[in-house]
């Protein structure tokens, strides 16, 4: 099952940035968090992931809450080709490895 | 460097027939996974793979889904015998090594009819 929570879907000005929050309240002390996201057609592309630190790539940026029970995803300049559906995923690590995805947040971004 | 690799892309075929995909993951990926994705829903994993070895099958409909990657290189999905409910996309994905990203291919959509 998964162990994460997302909102079903959300809108974003194109030009402005993505906020995608997302709640993982169970999460254990060696279990990352990663995020992916689908286009339409096409296998799930890999953003960003992280344990306790916040971390940025030239993707986007991973801000994850002190207790761990909650992170965000932020496109900062969100463009059209970002409408996608984005998955957090709690990484189960002691059982070698699995991504489990849940539903996800479908973003649309908006001209 | 080259993707993982998935085929076909597309197959229709009618319940009841069998049906095999094939993976061909990045080169030097160690682990390997096939995920279904039911329309609508998120990626479900099905087996995962290391090296040759099955880690974890548990959610692999074992009276008609099998999978093997003998070689420890490309692996193959089959279902027999095909039932509408497996309708779906099927995602191979591949890692280096633990505590790596996934790739994933582009999926097979199969279509049962």
């Known amino acids: 099952d998964a162990k994460t929570t997302q909102p079903t879907s959300m809108d974003c000005a194109e030009g402005r940035a993505a906020n995608l929050p997302c709640n993982h309240s169970?999460?254990?002390?060696?279990?990352?968090v990663y995020w992916y996201r689908q286009i339409h057609s096409q296998g799930p592309q890999y953003i960003i992931h992280?344990?306790?630190n916040n971390e940025t790539n030239e993707m986007a940026s991973l801000i994850i809450t002190e207790d761990r029970k909650s992170s965000t995803l932020i496109l900062p300049h969100a463009t059209l080709r970002d409408t996608a559906v984005y998955y957090c995923?709690?990484?189960?690590?002691?059982?070698?490895?699995?991504?489990?995805f849940g539903t996800g947040t479908s973003l649309t971004v908006i001209p | 460097e080259a993707g993982v690799a998935q085929s076909p892309r597309y197959k229709i075929i009618e319940k009841r027939q069998s049906v095999a995909f094939w993976c061909n993951p990045i080169?030097?990926?160690?682990?390997l996974y096939w995920y279904q994705q039911i329309l609508g829903q998120g990626p479900k994993l099905l087996i995962q793979?290391?090296?040759?070895?099955?880690?974890?099958d548990s959610q692999l409909p074992k009276d008609r889904f099998s999978a093997e990657r003998l070689k420890g290189v490309d692996s193959t999905l089959k279902i027999q015998p095909a039932k509408l409910e497996d309708s779906a996309v099927y995602l191979c994905?591949?890692?280096?090594?633990?505590?790596?990203?996934?790739?994933f291919g582009q999926g097979t959509r199969l279509t049962v009819v």
């Open positions: 994905a591949s890692t280096l090594q633990m505590n790596t990203e996934a790739f």
């Open positions: 169970t999460i254990s002390g060696n279990e990352y």
């Open positions: 992280g344990l306790k």
């Open positions: 995923i709690v990484r189960i690590t002691n059982t070698g490895n699995q991504f489990y």
């Open positions: 080169s030097g990926h160690a682990t």
């Open positions: 793979f290391q090296n040759n070895g099955v880690v974890d």
